[in-house]
């Protein structure tokens, strides 16, 4: 059974800065890709990041690209994103989920976590 626990969302004010953590178990997160997505009130979930097991390649949205930096710490199963200058527009709540293929579409991840609410005030 694969688990997903995030942690570390809040309230932030814009140009503020937050890590999200994210604690695997059941699953080696350097053996399959681990991603981030988003998902605002009225709105599809987005993707955001993801890390790829083999390698650890990274790509991120446009809307987060050069702001946001995913990684990973293979000693405590765990990944992290560091979000810095965060915007308003990145209120939502992120999930981190876990996959076999790599892709920017919710429905190719087969695990995701509880979601922890990110706010930022203008």
């Known amino acids: 059974q694969v688990q997903l626990v995030e942690s570390g969302g809040g309230l932030v004010q814009t140009g503020g800065a937050l890590r999200l953590s994210c604690a695997a178990s059941g699953r080696t997160v350097s053996s399959a890709t681990m991603g981030w997505f988003r998902q605002a009130p009225g709105k599809e979930r987005e993707f955001v990041a993801h890390?790829?097991?083999?390698?650890?390649?990274?790509q991120y949205a446009d809307s987060v690209k050069g702001r946001f930096t995913i990684s990973r710490d293979n000693a405590k199963n765990t990944v992290y994103m560091k979000m810095n200058s965060l915007k308003p527009e990145d209120t939502a709540v992120y999930y981190c989920?876990?996959?076999?293929?790599?892709?920017?579409?919710?429905?190719?991840?087969?695990?995701w976590g509880q979601g922890t609410q990110v706010t930022v005030s203008s």
């Open positions: 890390m790829w097991g083999s390698g650890g390649r990274t």
């Open positions: 989920t876990s996959g076999t293929l790599v892709a920017t579409t919710p429905k190719y991840y087969d695990y």
